[in-house]
Each structure stands twice: as structure tokens, then as C-alpha cells.
């Protein structure tokens, strides 16, 4: 599985941003996909998260700002990001596992999002 992530950039406090990630590959191995984000400095924090069948989940910090979405048919995710704060710049990381068949881990090389204050 290939992810490729898109749709970062600057934005100033407040805006907002749709982040997209496109899988290739055996995706139908997919179950479960979700974003991370890692500011310098830190650790990569999860972000939200979407499984077959299930409903969204989000980090505290993120909780009712941000919207994870899936299009199977595109095999894309998103993640809409609106309300954005200088704390919110990080590189963005989508991440898939394959429940389905391996349960191994991937992961895109990310897109970074900067907030300016």
C-alpha cells in the first residue's frame, strides 16, 4: 500500500485547510485509516481516526475543529481542518493498516501545515 498526502500549506489563525490522502495498491486490505501530525520538536501525535464501519474518532485537541472523512471509491482520505491555531503546524501523516490481510502499518511521507499567528 502507497499513500500520498496533499493539500497542506500556510494559512493564517482561523482559516482553513483540507488535507487529502490517496492509497495505491492492495487497499482492499485496508481497514482502518487515519492522520497523524508531528511538530519539530515533539512526538507524532494522533490526530483523528476513521475504521470500516465505525465512527470518527478525534484528539482532544482537535475535537470540533477538525472532520476525517474516507471516499472508498477513491480510495482517498481527508481531513478538513478549520479554526486552525499556530499549535495546529505540524507535518501531517496519513496512515493505513491492513487489518484485513497483514495488519501491517504504512504510511505517506507527509504535508506540512503551517498556521502564522
Known amino acids: 500500500v502507497q499513500l500520498v498526502e496533499s493539500g497542506g500549506g500556510l494559512v493564517q489563525t482561523g482559516g482553513s485547510l483540507r488535507l487529502s490522502c490517496v492509497a495505491s495498491g492492495d487497499t482492499l486490505c485496508i481497514a482502518a485509516m487515519a492522520w497523524y501530525r508531528q511538530a519539530p520538536g515533539k512526538e507524532r501525535e494522533w490526530v483523528a481516526g476513521l475504521r470500516d464501519g465505525g465512527s470518527a474518532d478525534y484528539g482532544d485537541s482537535v475535537k470540533g475543529r477538525f472532520t476525517i472523512a474516507r471516499d472508498n471509491a477513491k480510495n482517498a482520505l481527508f481531513l478538513q481542518m478549520n479554526s486552525l491555531k499556530p499549535e495546529d503546524t505540524a507535518v501531517y501523516y496519513c496512515?493505513?493498516?491492513?487489518?484485513?490481510?497483514?495488519?501491517?502499518?504504512?504510511w505517506g511521507t507527509g504535508t506540512p501545515v503551517t498556521v502564522s499567528s
Open positions: 496512515s493505513a493498516r491492513d487489518d484485513y490481510c497483514d495488519g501491517v502499518s504504512y
